[in-house]
């Protein structure tokens, strides 16, 4: 018995010791492929600009602590806006192409890339646009090239905003699965879809006021680049007169209707290459790469701190697509003790989460703020949680598109009495307390447990509200009129004072750098996550180390795990949250 135990424990060994081994000579592929070199830019070349790989205004740096490797990422949208601003006065840049461009980017990013096109023009240098099929997002971005074209059998998407709720009333009621909802805020409708099987007045009003704004705001730019008036643009969507390659010449929306060979040969000709020949392209993200890594480090005296907070509120370390109260707290922190930097420009993604979170990272910037000035830069979305950590910085930028406010707090505890008492199950409790069981998801929802959390809701409401009254110097009366979890644009936000000017990350920048009375300054990207060797290994492409999420992602594709994800979200969430009311995805 003895032996056997004994070939058992070195087998065990052996078997342990080869995966080390392997894990380790892993490691040290990995660190030798992270230092190889960068593409190379050749003369006479094009940036081809392909987005499809690129979702966060920040890629992110790692620092994996337990084996002593650190990694940072250049496929953030800020990479892309750096690498365009170079590509400008880089002489082996002669253009920009967008050819059949399919991104998952929000308004606002394709807004601030559109925006460095547009500055990238003015060098001189070209952008031209190709594609098979125009959705109505990726034409905003490819209507401000020099040249639109358009496949012959293509299709052009030009018929205004929309937006789709799913409801679960009678699903909770079929299932027995029910969620208890409770909230303030008449617009938070966040949890509108448990409460009944179609749309309220005000949430239907919010939500109609939100994309004419979008709206408006999109053919404001589509109109200056493609000279075509703006009531003119309405009539084409209205009455879907773009939607043939013919029409959309017709109406001046493209300005070439041809095959892609065509249009590769247009461009040989821009560069003055043979018809014959292959001409120079190199991918934005290899671009980006190159810009990043090779470019020569300016050592300017003063810094400016940026801090990008994107993805839900939510508590523990965070990383690129999660605030963290670990990580945010931890940089601001960083940046505040650092004498070399002079401001900090937080720049918000988020739809809000965790109320908890949210007020943790207001201290923290209110902390900062008695040291040096936090400047906020609004991305696609700043709202509810979002906008807490917003509302007390020195100023607010936000695009015209952005959506934030939503001003407003609830509570959600899924319910499983129904569906427990038609299978069968009863559960029983014994307490030496009137309230020592709390709340069960086996019980009715007891009216004192009610009143105890709506008191909460109320209190954490009243909170957020005097949060944002003082940080925007309103009354707790004006904050409540425009609260109540309401939805707005960045160019309504604007005019009701939750926001101080239209503008763009780089306009942050120069207000931060004004407000420290500094000229002569670099920016500092912050984050820096700290993760695992098993985060390590998933990141590496390990198939036992993925997580759930990664293989059904994989399996399932990325429409429908979003599908998913956003009902496992409003299902899974639990206590008091400060959340924008709804999902929206613009096309």
């Given at each position: 018995?003895?032996?056997?135990?004994?070939v058992?424990?070195?087998?065990?060994?052996?078997?342990?010791?080869?995966?080390?081994?392997?894990?380790?000579?892993i490691?040290?592929?990995?660190?030798?492929?992270?230092?190889?070199?960068?593409?190379?830019?050749?003369?006479?070349s094009?940036?081809?600009?392909?987005?499809?790989?690129?979702?966060?205004d920040?890629?992110?740096?790692?620092?994996?602590?337990d084996?002593?490797?650190f990694?940072?990422?250049?496929?953030?949208?800020?990479?892309?806006?750096?690498?365009i601003?170079?590509?400008q006065?880089?002489?082996?840049?002669k253009?920009?192409?967008?050819?059949?461009?399919?991104s998952?980017?929000?308004m606002?990013?394709?807004?601030?890339i559109?925006?460095?096109?547009?500055?990238?023009?003015?060098?001189?240098?070209?952008v031209?646009?190709y594609?098979?099929?125009?959705?109505?997002?990726?034409?905003?971005?490819?209507?401000?090239?020099?040249?639109?074209?358009l496949n012959?059998?293509?299709?052009?998407?030009?018929?205004?905003?929309?937006?789709?709720?799913?409801?679960?009333?009678d699903?909770?009621?079929?299932?027995?699965?029910?969620?208890?909802?409770?909230?303030?805020?008449?617009?938070k409708s966040?949890?509108?879809?448990?409460?009944?099987?179609?749309?309220?007045?005000?949430?239907?009003?919010q939500?109609?006021?939100?994309?004419?704004?979008?709206?408006?705001?999109?053919?404001?730019d589509?109109?200056?680049?493609?000279n075509?008036?703006?009531?003119?643009?309405?009539?084409?969507?209205?009455?879907?007169?773009?939607?043939?390659?013919?029409?959309?010449?017709?109406?001046?929306?493209?300005?070439?209707v041809?095959?892609?060979?065509?249009?590769?040969?247009?461009?040989?000709?821009?560069?003055?290459?043979?018809?014959n020949?292959?001409?120079?392209?190199?991918?934005i993200?290899?671009?980006?790469?190159?810009?990043?890594?090779?470019?020569d480090?300016?050592?300017?005296?003063d810094?400016i701190?940026?801090?990008y907070?994107?993805g839900?509120?939510d508590?523990?370390?965070?990383?690129?697509t999660?605030i963290?109260e670990?990580s945010?707290?931890?940089?601001?922190?960083?940046?505040?003790?650092?004498?070399?930097?002079?401001?900090?420009?937080?720049?918000?993604?988020s739809?809000?989460?965790?109320?908890?979170?949210?007020?943790?990272?207001?201290?923290e910037i209110?902390?900062?703020?008695?040291?040096?000035?936090v400047?906020v830069?609004?991305?696609?979305l700043?709202?509810?949680?979002g906008?807490?950590?917003?509302?007390?910085?020195?100023?607010?930028?936000?695009?015209?598109?952005?959506?934030?406010?939503?001003?407003?707090?609830?509570?959600?505890?899924?319910?499983?009495?129904?569906?427990?008492t038609?299978?069968?199950?009863?559960?029983?409790?014994?307490?030496?307390?009137?309230?020592?069981?709390?709340?069960?998801?086996?019980?009715?929802?007891?009216?004192?447990?009610?009143?105890?959390?709506q008191?909460?809701?109320?209190?954490?409401?009243?909170?957020?509200?005097?949060?944002?009254?003082?940080?925007?110097?309103?009354?707790?009366?004006?904050?409540?009129?425009?609260?109540?979890?309401?939805?707005?644009?960045?160019?309504?936000?604007?005019?009701?004072?939750?926001?101080?000017?239209?503008?763009?990350?780089?306009?942050?920048?120069?207000?931060?750098?004004?407000?420290?009375k500094?000229?002569?300054?670099?920016?500092?990207?912050?984050?820096?996550?700290?993760?695992?060797?098993?985060?390590?290994?998933?990141?590496?492409?390990m198939?036992?180390?993925?997580?759930?999420?990664?293989?059904?992602?994989?399996?399932?594709?990325?429409?429908?795990?979003?599908?998913?994800?956003?009902?496992?979200?409003?299902?899974?969430?639990?206590g008091?949250?400060?959340?924008?009311?709804?999902?929206?995805?613009?096309?």
């Amino acid at each position: 018995m003895r032996f056997l135990s004994n070939v058992l424990a070195t087998l065990v060994g052996l078997f342990i010791f080869c995966m080390m081994g392997f894990f380790l000579l892993i490691f040290i592929a990995a660190i030798a492929g992270s230092g190889s070199d960068t593409v190379s830019v050749k003369d006479n070349s094009v940036i081809v600009l392909d987005l499809s790989r690129i979702t966060n205004d920040y890629g992110g740096k790692i620092n994996y602590k337990d084996i002593d490797y650190f990694e940072e990422n250049h496929d953030g949208v800020v990479d892309i806006l750096r690498a365009i601003e170079a590509a400008q006065t880089d002489p082996s840049i002669k253009g920009i192409s967008i050819l059949n461009n399919q991104s998952q980017l929000g308004m606002a990013q394709n807004k601030a890339i559109r925006d460095a096109l547009e500055q990238f023009k003015q060098s001189g240098k070209f952008v031209y646009a190709y594609a098979n099929y125009y959705t109505q997002k990726e034409y905003y971005l490819n209507s401000v090239a020099n040249a639109v074209y358009l496949n012959p059998v293509g299709e052009m998407d030009f018929k205004g905003l929309s937006s789709e709720i799913m409801f679960f009333k009678d699903l909770q009621e079929k299932s027995g699965v029910k969620v208890e909802v409770i909230r303030h805020g008449k617009y938070k409708s966040a949890v509108e879809p448990f409460l009944d099987n179609k749309m309220s007045d005000a949430n239907r009003e919010q939500i109609s006021a939100l994309l004419q704004s979008v709206w408006d705001a999109t053919i404001v730019d589509i109109a200056k680049s493609r000279n075509v008036p703006e009531q003119r643009l309405n009539e084409i969507a209205n009455g879907l007169l773009a939607r043939t390659p013919e029409m959309a010449l017709a109406e001046k929306l493209v300005d070439k209707v041809v095959y892609e060979d065509v249009y590769h040969d247009d461009i040989r000709k821009k560069l003055k290459v043979d018809a014959n020949e292959k001409y120079n392209q190199i991918d934005i993200l290899d671009y980006a790469e190159n810009i990043a890594t090779t470019a020569d480090t300016y050592l300017a005296p003063d810094k400016i701190a940026i801090i990008y907070a994107q993805g839900e509120i939510d508590g523990g370390e965070g990383d690129v697509t999660t605030i963290g109260e670990g990580s945010i707290r931890r940089s601001l922190q960083e940046a505040r003790k650092d004498d070399a930097v002079k401001a900090i420009v937080l720049r918000i993604d988020s739809p809000g989460g965790s109320a908890l979170t949210s007020d943790l990272i207001w201290r923290e910037i209110e902390l900062t703020k008695k040291e040096k000035p936090v400047v906020v830069s609004m991305g696609n979305l700043a709202a509810s949680g979002g906008y807490y950590i917003a509302c007390n910085s020195n100023r607010i930028f936000a695009e015209a598109n952005t959506i934030t406010g939503s001003i407003g707090v609830f509570g959600m505890l899924p319910n499983f009495t129904p569906l427990a008492t038609k299978i069968g199950i009863n559960t029983e409790q014994v307490s030496t307390h009137a309230n020592a069981a709390g709340y069960s998801a086996f019980k009715p929802l007891s009216e004192n447990f009610k009143n105890v959390t709506q008191e909460s809701v109320e209190r954490i409401y009243g909170t957020f509200v005097d949060r944002v009254a003082k940080g925007r110097k309103m009354t707790t009366a004006a904050v409540d009129s425009i609260g109540q979890g309401r939805v707005w644009s960045g160019s309504e936000a604007l005019k009701i004072g939750l926001v101080d000017e239209i503008g763009g990350l780089d306009d942050a920048i120069a207000y931060a750098a004004k407000l420290a009375k500094t000229e002569d300054f670099a920016t500092q990207d912050f984050p820096e996550y700290e993760k695992s060797f098993w985060d390590w290994l998933e990141s590496m492409g390990m198939p036992f180390a993925k997580s759930r999420e990664t293989v059904l992602r994989e399996e399932i594709g990325e429409e429908n795990y979003r599908m998913i994800q956003q009902i496992k979200r409003i299902t899974a969430q639990k206590g008091v949250r400060a959340a924008l009311p709804f999902g929206i995805d613009i096309r």
